[in-house]
C-alpha cells in the first residue's frame, strides 16, 4: 500500500521553527516529485514548496527565505525546514508525491498520493 505520512507538526511561538517530514512507504520517493502544501478551513489548499528527483527547488515568495525542502533518499523522506514562523504560517501541511515529470509540478491536481497532514499552529 502506498502511503505518505506527515509528521513533526505542533505548536510555535512566531519566530520558531519546525521540521516537518514527510516519509513514504510502498513508493520510493527518489522516484517522485514532493511537494508541500497548506490549508486553512475553508481555504483552498496552497502550495508552497517543493522537490524534484534531482534536487532542484521552487518555494513560493511567502517563505522563501525562511522554508528550506530537502530529501533524503535513503530514508524515503522529504522534509521541510521552517524558521522564523509566522502567525500566517498556522495551516493543516500536506505532503504529495508523484512520480517524475518533464517539469516540477506545482498544483495540487498534478500530484497522485497525499498525506493524512500535520498541524501547524504559530501563536504567541
Known amino acids: 500500500q502506498m502511503q505518505l505520512v506527515e509528521s513533526g507538526g505542533g505548536s510555535v511561538q512566531p519566530g520558531g521553527s519546525l521540521r516537518l517530514s514527510c516519509t513514504a512507504s510502498g513508493l520510493t520517493l527518489a522516484y517522485h516529485a514532493v511537494g508541500w502544501f497548506r490549508q486553512l478551513p475553508g481555504k483552498e489548499r496552497e502550495g508552497i514548496s517543493y522537490i524534484r528527483d534531482n534536487g532542484y527547488t521552487i518555494y513560493v515568495d511567502s517563505v522563501k527565505g525562511r522554508f528550506t525542502i530537502s530529501r533524503d533518499n535513503a530514508a524515503n523522506t522529504v522534509y521541510l525546514q521552517m524558521n522564523n514562523l509566522k502567525p500566517e504560517d498556522s495551516a493543516v501541511y500536506y505532503c504529495?508525491?508523484?512520480?517524475?515529470?518533464?517539469?516540477?509540478?506545482?498544483?495540487?491536481?498534478?500530484?497522485?498520493?497525499w498525506g493524512q497532514g500535520t498541524q501547524v499552529t504559530v501563536s504567541s
Open positions: 504529495a508525491a508523484r512520480m517524475t515529470i518533464s517539469h516540477l509540478p506545482t498544483l495540487p491536481e498534478e500530484y497522485d498520493y
